[in-house]
């Protein structure tokens, strides 16, 4: 059985910073394709970052050179290094897993960043 376990949000104001965490168990790690989404209220589910088994990324052109993803195959974490926080950022950030066709949501850490 394939879980994920966010953790790390919380209420932060402008400008500040958060390090997200996503924990995988129930799959072999290495292989999949990790992302990060978010879906404020209101608004469709969004993706913010993403990462291949060998480390290439990708981000959304709204969080470039403030959020950093990052994994740790032995440790079956990713993480999302969120900085210069934004009250637009202000979400329930979610983690993906995919692999084979599949894919896996965890349940959500809420962010919430005050002007």
């Known amino acids: 059985q394939v879980q994920l376990v966010e953790s790390g949000g919380g209420l932060v104001q402008s400008g500040g910073s958060l390090r997200l965490s996503c924990a995988a168990s ?20 969004e993706l913010v970052a993403s990462i291949t088994s060998d480390g290439s990324t990708n981000y959304a052109d709204s969080v470039k050179g403030r959020f950093t993803i990052s994994r740790d195959n032995a440790k079956n974490m990713v993480y999302l290094q969120t900085n210069s926080l934004k009250p637009e950022d202000t979400a329930v950030y979610y983690c993906k897993a995919s692999v084979y066709a599949r894919s896996y949501w965890g349940q959500g850490t809420q962010v919430t960043v005050s002007s």
Do not use: C, D
């Open 26 to 45: 129930g799959i072999t790690f290495s292989i999949l394709l990790m992302g990060w989404y978010r879906q404020a209220p209101g608004k469709q589910r």
